[in-house]
């Protein structure tokens, strides 16, 4: 239920942030099969919904280098580890709220 509360929250703002899309512009750009326009932006919404500016360049990061991802997860830096948490709550969202 807190997903759907967080989601429902951001697309009543969502007019009124300014987004640099990085993570959909990765989703896009990435030679995934099922990287379309309309996967792509429901996964930006829920980046938008979780992490902040920096958080979501380096989540785009993993589209063209999936292996960094893996780096970040097991990294030792306290802001890795705070990140990684995040992260994991996108990928919560991006999962219940975009899967076809």
Same mark, same amino acid.
């Given at each position: ?17 300014? &987004?640099?899309? #990085? ?5 896009? *750009?990435?030679?995934?099969? @099922?990287?379309?326009? +309309?996967?792509? $932006? ?11 500016? &920096?958080?979501? #360049? ?5 589209? *063209?280098?999936?292996?960094? @991802?893996?780096?970040? +997860?097991?990294? $030792? ?14 990928? #919560? ?5 975009? *899967?076809?």
């Amino acid at each position: 239920m807190r997903p759907l509360l967080i989601l429902s929250s951001f697309l009543i703002l969502a007019p009124t942030l300014s &987004s640099a899309e #990085a993570v959909r512009r990765a989703c896009l *750009a990435s030679e995934r099969q @099922a990287a379309a326009p +309309r996967l792509c $932006k429901c996964i930006q919404i829920a980046a938008d919904a979780t992490l902040d500016p &920096s958080g979501q #360049a380096l989540a785009a990061s993993f589209f *063209a280098d999936p292996h960094r @991802a893996q780096e970040i +997860r097991q990294s $030792k830096q306290r802001g890795h580890g705070e990140f990684w948490e995040r992260y994991k709550e996108f990928s #919560a969202l991006a999962k219940a709220f975009c *899967a076809s």
